[in-house]
């Protein structure tokens, strides 16, 4: 690459990392979700300060940054964001939803002052405040909305099963909101979610109660290296999970063992790419910097054979392997 175009590109991702924090604010302060409910009328600075209960000179400052980065349209006429932008930084409900990776993206790096001292000792980060496991919340988001959109219409066979009841387990569940989205799905379902971070139990338990789903949902809490799995269960799901655990096939064959004959062990993730010109697209990028602060916390992502050696040294036969169009990876083992 020549260096004027080299420059250009590294200029560039600057200007990203500015752009991330742009987007951060808009959606953590309620800034697009007001300028979409506006609509074509668009909000002056003072009218969106007013609806978010912020400040009239950051909004205005906040909009002319985000209108350089082609965010919003800002003119006399007011601040507008466009329809394909709001789709994608707001709504939850499709698997497009990057609005909580921006989220994630942000807050993760406010613990990143410990990242010089990580790579000279190699000591992980021993812990991450509430936030950030609140901020993770909002990246499972499109996690669940993966699973409905994409994962369930592999899996018709499952989905019918699904409908008639049985018994589900969400192995490290966090706020709990995809039990809560399986519950109202699937009205015959009986749902447990374990979980290891007390303040990830709690909110899971306010979310199940807000919603009326406590006769349904019970979440129990576990230690993190506990393997056991309390009770039969017909469906066993890990979302986002099974690569943060410290014995990955420990816990995949105490799942096994858990399953009645017919049940099915689900395991959805995002894998690093096995081959290293998948890194040098949009999407590696992203999986790059999100293993950095995995691997900051001792964990870190994983390529399709590790996930294929933990199922085989759990003693489960091998998995269906199903890429689904989000990029993110489903593993699919029926037990007979």
Not at 92 to 107: P, T
Not at 158 to 185: E, I, T
Not at 199 to 216: H, Q, V
Request: with cysteine; glycine share 8%.
């Amino acid at each position: 690459m020549r260096l004027d175009d080299r420059y250009d590109d590294l200029v560039a991702a600057l200007g990203g990392f500015y752009r991330t924090w742009l987007v951060y604010l808009g959606v953590d302060l309620g800034l697009f979700r007001a300028l979409r409910a506006a609509g074509e009328a668009g909000l002056g600075p003072d009218e969106l300060a007013l609806r978010t209960s912020t400040h009239p000179r950051a909004v205005a400052t906040w909009a002319w940054a985000a209108a350089a980065h082609d965010l919003v349209q800002a003119d006399g006429n007011g601040i507008r964001v466009d329809p394909e932008t709001a789709t994608i930084l707001l709504d939850e409900q499709r698997s497009e939803f990057l609005g909580g990776q921006f989220v994630h993206s942000v807050v993760a790096t406010l613990d990143w002052d410990r990242m010089t001292d990580f790579f000279r000792t190699g000591v992980p980060a021993a812990s991450r405040p509430d936030r950030y496991r609140t901020a993770i919340e909002q990246v499972t988001r499109q996690d669940i909305a993966v699973f409905f959109t994409e994962a369930l219409a592999a899996l018709p066979n499952l989905v019918a099963r699904l409908v008639s009841g049985g018994r589900v387990l969400d192995v490290h569940c966090g706020g709990g909101r995809w039990l809560v989205a399986m519950a109202r799905r699937f009205p015959e379902l009986q749902l447990m979610g374990i979980e290891a971070e007390p303040d990830s139990i709690a909110r899971a338990k306010e979310l199940i109660e807000s919603t009326g789903l406590a006769d349904r949902i019970r979440i129990e809490a576990v230690a993190r290296t506990e393997v056991t799995r309390p009770g039969r269960f017909d469906l066993i799901y890990y979302q986002y999970a099974l690569h943060g655990l410290p014995d990955p096939p420990a816990s995949l064959r105490a799942s096994w063992d858990a399953l009645d004959p017919g049940g099915t062990l689900l395991v959805l993730d995002w894998l690093l790419p096995s081959e290293s010109d998948e890194m040098r697209t949009i999407h590696g990028e992203l999986i790059a910097g999100v293993h950095l602060d995995e691997v900051f916390m001792g964990a870190g992502l994983h390529d399709l054979g590790a996930y294929r050696r933990w199922f085989a040294e759990a003693g489960i036969p091998e998995p269906e392997v199903i890429e689904l169009p989000s990029g993110a990876t489903l593993f699919v083992a029926d037990r007979p």
